[in-house]
């Protein structure tokens, strides 16, 4: 089976403009979960997809959002960036909802520099 | 909201050393789960721990769940530099809600 793949692995953006990210999970898994990886944070929950509908959100705002296609594919966008968004965005997909301490498989990640 | 605190945040030992790394928590988990990330990739879960007092081992590397289920440590014996990494504890809450992660520590082990 194919891994979870994130498109693009690097980007580099200036203050302002707007971002989306994409990330195909294994075949077969519904759940999608994105988190942003910061030295000085670790990884912090964005929010979860299963089922084309999100399930949990972290405290992020609202310039953070993302959807699930009906083939379980995710998108994040964040709008209006600001330096403070440079950081690793990290997905992970699994068979059934993160709760349920299934293992989520991750993603190499999209590594943002905002300038 | 649940916290998960790990420590240290860096160590750096030499190869064929032992270690531990813990990670602590006021809050009671379901479940808790162990990852460890390299440069340039995501996290891949090396176990998980689900019953209060539980001890796991994969290969050198022993896990335990506190009795209590809020606190877990993970110690490897005679590291080797190949266990370089960050290393991220996970927990999930009894409501089943998503995963806490910790800060992670970062190992550095010295040939």
């Known amino acids: 089976k194919a891994g979870v793949t994130q498109t693009p692995r690097y980007l580099i953006k200036t203050r302002g403009q707007q971002v989306t990210l994409s990330c195909s999970p294994i075949s077969g898994h519904r759940s999608v979960s994105w988190y942003q990886q910061t030295p000085g944070q670790g990884l912090q929950f964005l929010f979860e997809?299963?089922?084309?509908?999100?399930?949990n959100k972290g405290n992020f705002p609202g310039r953070f959002s993302g959807r699930q296609f009906s083939n379980s594919r995710s998108e994040m966008n964040v709008s209006t960036l600001e330096l403070g968004d440079s950081a690793l965005y990290l997905c992970?997909?699994?068979?059934?909802?993160?709760?349920?301490?299934?293992?989520?498989?991750f993603g190499p990640g999209t590594r943002l520099l905002v300038l | 909201t649940q916290l998960l605190e790990q420590s240290p945040q860096f160590l750096s030992i030499q190869e064929g050393e032992n270690l531990t790394v813990y990670c602590n928590s006021s809050?009671?988990?379901?479940?808790l789960q162990w990852y460890r990330q390299e440069p340039g990739e995501g996290p891949v879960l090396l176990v998980t721990v689900v019953t209060g007092g539980e001890v796991k081992k994969l290969k050198r590397l022993t896990f335990q769940f506190g009795d209590a289920r809020k606190d877990s440590s993970l110690h490897i014996t005679a590291a080797q530099p190949g266990d370089t990494g960050l290393y991220l504890c996970a927990g999930v809450g009894t409501s089943g809600s998503r995963l806490t992660f910790g800060e992670g520590t970062q190992l550095t082990v010295n040939p």
């Open positions: 992970a997909s699994s068979a059934t909802p993160s709760g349920n301490a299934e293992t989520q498989y």
């Open positions: 997809y299963f089922s084309e509908t999100q399930r």
């Open positions: 809050s009671v988990f379901s479940s």
